[in-house]
Every structure is written in C-alpha cells, then in structure tokens.
C-alpha cells in the first residue's frame, strides 16, 4: 500500500463513480496576526492498494507545529477490499478540517501513517500576511494576489 497522492485544498468531493474532484490547491496560508484561525482546509489523500493489502488498516494523521508538537491528531480504521489479481485499486480519501487555529507563523505539516508506518508527509507553511505599499497588497508568486485571512478565518474576514 502507498499513498500516491496527497494534497490541501479548499474543497474536494468525490462523486458516485470514485472520480475525485479537488478546488483550489495551495501549500501557504498568509495571516494577519497569529494566532491565526483557518475556516475549512481540506486534506486530499489517496491510497494505492493492491490484493495484499486487503482487510483492516490503523491510520494515523497528525497536524505538527514548527516546533514539532501535535496540533491536531486523527486516528481511525480503513477497510481495505480485497482487488482481484495484480489489479491496484486507488482509494480517494476528502478529510474537512474547520477551524484549525495555527498558533504561531512556521511550517507545519501533516504526517500520515498506516499500521505505524509513515507513508506521506503534506507540508502548510504559515507566514504574515505581506505588508502593503500604498494601499496595495504586496503581489504574490507569479503576480497573483497573496491569500490571507483575519484573525476569524475566511468566514469572518
């Protein structure tokens, strides 16, 4: 079993037919003061899976601070089916987390593991919201606008 895709995101859904649907990837949030709470983000996982990986599975995901602590830990059980043969079977997994409050500015990460094995790291690096210069925001990578919220989150900005 590996995990072949890992990501944050705004919002994901997964339809009927399995097809993930992901909106507005990003690795960086700019907040105005710390500490600073987040509305929504949305961890993206998939997990590749093959027969031998059939029956249940712990997994463990931790948010961990710059300083290495975790802010935020989810455990929980996946039922892995059997695949038939050599086929693989990809598995999306859409975990909403609302109102995480980031305490300082740094780079956190998530950390993913099954049956205590480490399987994907997703770093979110936090930063203050760039100054502005003449009442214009600072300009972002590749010109775009920076992303930053107020103290609240994006629900209250």
Known sequence: MKIDLSLLCDAATVDPSGKLNVLGVFDRIHAREFPARH???CLVLRLETRAIDAGERVAEIRLVTPGGEDLVRLDGKI??????GDMVSRIPQVLNLDGIVFPEAGTYRFEIAVDGEPMA???LI???APTQRDGVPHVGPEGMPPIFFAPGGPAEA
């Open 79 to 84: 039922q892995i089916g059997p695949a038939s």
């Open 39 to 41: 509305g929504r983000l």
């Open 121 to 123: 790291t997703v770093p």
């Open 126 to 128: 936090l930063s203050p």
